[in-house]
């Protein structure tokens, strides 16, 4: 079977191409850096710049599935011009991948994309799941319903469409978790405003299978790409600190002072959300890092 996959050179896509050729798949990938295509008998480039609406229809030829990893990054500042490319980078690509569908002979017949999980509200009561249906009202949830209305369209072509409502990822090449880790390290690791709240969470291996078996096993609809067993920040800063044998003596920082240090991005250190991949269960998903401290100490072995 052949893969169709944007962003395949980012933290995720990378790992999941490596999956993919291990299981004897041959995957396609689009790439806006011309210096970046290659082509080997499974594992081809095609180059595409969804800013200018250009892209090689010959990236369709033989695929079957499309995994949608593109968009910008964020953990960035949130400029009122940064805000524009977190949206357009993830609504422009899906519809120039739509109407390149739409217009052109294929054999697609499912996307899997990547979204995210600040479409659910802040709450130390509620445990969302993939049934729930209430919504946050915050910049970021309104990037999730847009960017998830852009790839239900491909429904209207028949094409099974899954989504992965992917929480933090946990890696050792990248991301979020290691910004936490650094200064745990140099022994001035503190817990953010009171420490109570909960974050979803995910090994990069755990979702890489699950977009995997997705794939495998022909799914549709939402998956909620988090671990079984969300943590509280100030358990995860202590489970770090204690297994680099590191001290925690500093204060709690408060809420303030990371606002005035990343604007509103620092919402992300602040989120208190419980949920749980019912569907991944369910359908007997096998987590191979459940807990976070299996996954820490992998990552920091």
Not at 68 to 75: P, T, W
Not at 223 to 251: E, M, R
Request: proline share 4%; glycine share 6%.
């Amino acid at each position: 079977m052949k893969i169709l996959i944007t962003g395949a050179t980012g933290m995720i896509g990378t790992e999941l191409v490596a999956l993919l050729l291990d299981n004897n798949y041959s995957v396609n990938y689009l790439t806006t850096s011309k210096k970046k295509l290659i082509n080997t008998p499974n594992y081809n480039g095609f180059y595409w710049n969804p800013q200018e609406g250009k892209i090689d229809d010959k990236c369709l030829d033989g695929v079957a599935v499309i995994v949608h990893l593109a968009g910008a990054s964020i953990a960035k500042r949130w400029t009122n011009s940064y805000k524009q490319e977190l949206i357009e980078s993830r609504v422009l690509s899906s519809n120039l991948l739509f109407n390149l569908v739409k217009k052109t002979p294929n054999s697609v017949q499912q996307i899997v994309s990547a979204s995210g999980t600040a479409l659910y509200p802040d709450s130390n009561e509620v445990v969302y799941d993939e049934y729930s249906t209430q919504i946050e009202n915050s910049f970021l949830s309104n990037v999730v319903v847009k960017w998830e209305e852009s790839i239900d369209q491909f429904k209207l072509l028949n094409i099974r469409v899954a989504k992965l409502r992917t929480g933090v990822v946990y890696s050792e090449k990248g991301g979020a978790l290691l910004e936490i880790i650094k200064p745990i390290k140099m022994g001035f690791g503190s817990a953010f405003g009171t420490g109570k709240q909960l974050q979803s969470w995910i090994h990069l291996t755990d979702v890489c299978n699950l977009y995997y078996f997705v794939i495998k096993n022909k799914y549709e609809g939402i998956f909620n790409a988090v671990s079984p067993n969300p943590i509280s920040n100030q358990n995860l800063t202590k489970l770090i600190a204690k297994i680099l044998h590191k001290p925690l003596f500093l204060p709690k920082i408060p809420q303030f002072l990371m606002k005035l240090i990343l604007g509103e991005m620092h919402i992300l250190l602040f989120n208190d959300k419980n949920i749980i991949p019912k569907r991944a269960l369910d359908l007997n998903f096998q987590f191979k890092y459940p807990t976070a401290e299996k996954a820490i100490q992998n990552i920091l072995k």
